[in-house]
């Protein structure tokens, strides 16, 4: 029975010796294909990206405008109520 186990075992770890440097080759393979195909759905998605802050460009603008101008506003309240309490000092 033991020789049958000391081979039994052998077979085993020859098999997953196998299945690991299998595996290792199709990751290898796997990211080695992964690259241009990145690059591939980068270069189709430029065109679309460059679309869509072409079309955002004006809400852009509109809200940094709308947000000066909101801070422009607090700043001239602010120095209206600054006068007011000196006057009454």
Same mark, same amino acid.
């Given at each position: 029975?033991?020789?049958?186990?000391?081979? %039994?075992? $052998?077979?085993?770890?020859?098999?997953?010796?196998?299945?690991?440097?299998?595996?290792?080759?199709?990751?290898? *393979?796997?990211? *080695?294909?992964?690259? @241009?195909?990145?690059?591939?759905?980068?270069?189709?998605?430029?065109? $679309?990206?460059?679309?869509?802050?072409?079309?955002?460009? @004006?809400?852009?603008?509109?809200?940094? $405008?709308?947000?000066?101008?909101?801070?422009? *506003?607090?700043?001239?309240?602010?120095?209206?109520? %600054?006068?007011?309490?000196? $006057?009454?000092?």
């Amino acid at each position: 029975m033991a020789l049958k186990t000391k081979a %039994l075992k $052998k077979a085993a770890n020859k098999v997953a010796k196998r299945a690991v440097k299998k595996g290792k080759e199709l990751i290898e *393979d796997a990211a *080695d294909n992964v690259g @241009p195909a990145v690059k591939a759905i980068k270069k189709a998605a430029k065109p $679309k990206v460059k679309a869509i802050k072409k079309a955002a460009e @004006p809400v852009v603008k509109a809200v940094k $405008k709308a947000a000066r101008n909101a801070a422009k *506003d607090a700043l001239k309240a602010s120095a209206r109520q %600054l006068k007011k309490a000196a $006057k009454a000092i």
